[in-house]
């Protein structure tokens, strides 16, 4: 199995174009196959090398290595051989109506109540007529001539597919300009890269329809096909890759874990549930095509925000450590992991166990009075209790009252992890400082 992502460098990736790029990981690697990147950056006016590496450096983020690379303005050559063949063969034929003589044929075609179909006017034109055209200083624009019988495929989701050619119109593949649309540049790549399965989104369906043909007149095989519905985002409304607030980068530079995102695109859309899991190679053993609907996915910022302290909460030490301070241990990440919604929350339990902080103070007798019956290190799990069973027994109080000054007073903070687990990390000097009302 060979698959491919193949994005245009015209702006940065979203949720909604990440997820292709992870599923057709995730696939390939279940198989043992490969992954193909592919900048299809033949739009050489919007297309950006600073967006190409920030797809990479998206890619790489969420740990989606790929085996190839291939950049389809370096084949420009492959497509214009391809071209030829196609001429050659009476399947490209040269076309000369302007944009807008195109515009007023697809209009009176709709106000008759016809399909915007191509009328082949192309083919009519005499040689004269064509020597007409290019005296005036028009350049042709090339279509594809489409064989009018049935095109079908078998497609991983949305099962047995069926298009007459008589119902589509000849597709361009080359403009004006001589530049190769994505049609055929696609397609080409398909075949001399070794491409096996396209998964992708369903608003290819009716291009793929055309591409079955192209790889026919091109002497290809014709992969495997799988047609994703598009992500909406929470009201059900599209995504785009100009959106900034979901784009990868927004999402990374807020704190967002790459897992987390992973774990929430291999699963929103399919029957499996959506759970944390911190690793991709788990992923893949569990990915399975065949597990997503056709019913439209909806991206929820919240439930990712949610799923991301979920996987805070597996990740080990081990996983984290190389981002965090060098004095962060094992025991103080173990303490503090339960509370985390994103890892930077991390640093403030760090500096409230390591470093100064300013006490709340509510009470200063009974705090005082904590402060005088701390007992001696060393300290474990079990001193917070003994301190506050003999605070209970002199001070009479219990349940908030007696647990909420004290949080306050050592931490500065009315909620976070236990404190069972924070007071030996606090240490009896600073503890002790703390429920006196001193910066500590």
Known sequence: MKVRF???????LHVGNARPALLNWLMARNAGGSFLLRIDDTDSERSRDEYTQAIKDDLLWLGLEWDEVATQSERLERYDLAAEKLKAAGRLYPCYETPEELGLKRK??????RPPIYDRGALKLSDDERTKFEAEGRRPHWRFKLEHEDIEWE???RGAVHFNGAHLTDPVLIREDGRPLYTISSVVDDIELDVTHILRGEDHVSNTAVQVQLFEALGGSIPTFAHLPLVADASGQGLSKRIGSL????LRERGLEPMT???YLARLGSSDAIEPVTD???LAKQFDITHFSRGTPRFDPEELDLLNARLLHLMSFESVKARLSDDFNEVLWNAVRPNLTKLSDAKLWHDICRGAVKPVIEDADFTQ???????PEPWDEATWGSLTGALKASSGRKGKALFMPLRLALTGLDHGPELKVLLPLIGRERAAARLKGETA
């Open 155 to 157: 497609d991983l989701v």
């Open 247 to 250: 784009s990868l980068q927004s």
């Open 369 to 375: 009075s904590a402060a005088e019956q701390l007992p």
């Open 261 to 263: 995102l992973n774990s």
């Open 6 to 12: 193949a994005p245009s460098p015209t702006g940065l």
């Open 280 to 282: 991709l190679s788990q």
């Open 108 to 113: 009176i075609a709709l106000q008759a109540g």
